[in-house]
């Protein structure tokens, strides 16, 4: 039989006013995925718990299974993040990176990788000084963590390896192309070498290593215009693939051998 009562670590993600004085919670934890949780009297002047239960703050908590929600009893700030609080255009970042990981991440699936890169990047952006190259680091890194690594070093459809040269790029093909199968594919961007060089390095070096680096601004918009376009892309396709297993488990498909 399941516990009554659980104990775990959590960030919290995003946070809604629900009923009279109670809170909705969309939290992460290393073990349990994402989780919504219901923390009843947070609205309360007088609660206890409303301060443990600040956005992007890591907490303790205790939860005791309910219904239909599960319900926080007890928390406890393990990091405020307090520096996020006084600069918007921090906050403004981690707002961001707490939104992808909502929509990236799954109810109750393990990912402590992924948990631990939230924690890692909610202290980055505490104090970086270059944040769009924070949020590049994270983007990439995340992405490999929930399997949409993009592939940097060979062209996914012909698998030769990329030459130091201007080529392509293809949300849909999941990575970089090499100029010929880039020119076959119409209407495709570019990516220039600087940029290529640049993803590669994030992709693969530690955020120490990375945030040494001095990006030209032509270089830092390029890359945060290819980053965007790729995960609009990838949600899209995963909220279809959601859309589709629901048909399917509806049996609302038609037969597909006619
Ligand atoms: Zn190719």
Redesign the pocket.
């Given at each position: 039989m399941r516990e009554r009562i659980y104990r775990t670590e959590a960030i919290v993600l995003r946070r809604s006013d629900f009923g009279e004085a109670d809170r909705l919670l969309t939290v992460l934890t290393p073990h349990l995925g994402k989780l919504r949780l219901l923390a009843k009297g947070a609205r309360k002047p007088t609660s206890r718990k409303a301060g443990h239960l600040e956005l992007f703050t890591r907490t303790e908590l205790l939860v005791a299974r309910g219904r239909n929600l599960d319900i926080v009893t007890q928390a406890q700030t393990a990091e405020p993040h307090r520096a996020l609080r006084d600069d918007l255009w921090r906050m403004s970042h981690a707002y961001y990176v707490a939104e992808l990981v909502d929509r990236f991440s799954e109810e109750q699936s393990e990912n402590a990788l992924l948990y631990q890169l939230l924690s890692d990047v909610l202290d980055w952006i505490c104090e970086s000084s270059d944040l769009a190259l924070t949020v590049r680091f994270f983007e990439l890194h995340m992405l490999s963590l929930v399997g949409y690594r993009p592939q940097l070093y060979?062209?996914?459809?012909?698998?030769?390896s990329?030459e130091p040269v201007t080529n392509y790029f293809s949300a849909e093909a999941g990575g970089v192309?090499?100029?010929?199968?880039?020119e076959a594919g119409r209407g495709l961007r570019t990516i220039s070498l600087p940029a290529l060089k640049v993803l590669r390095y994030l992709q693969t070096r530690t955020y120490a290593q990375c945030a040494q680096l001095h990006l030209r601004l032509s270089t830092h918009a390029e890359i945060e215009e290819l980053m965007m376009h790729y995960l609009v892309y990838t949600l899209e396709s995963q909220l279809k693939s959601v859309e589709f297993l629901e048909i399917l488990r509806r049996g609302g498909m038609t037969s597909p051998a006619e």
């Open positions: 060979e062209c996914p459809r012909c698998a030769s990329l192309l090499c100029p010929r199968c880039g």
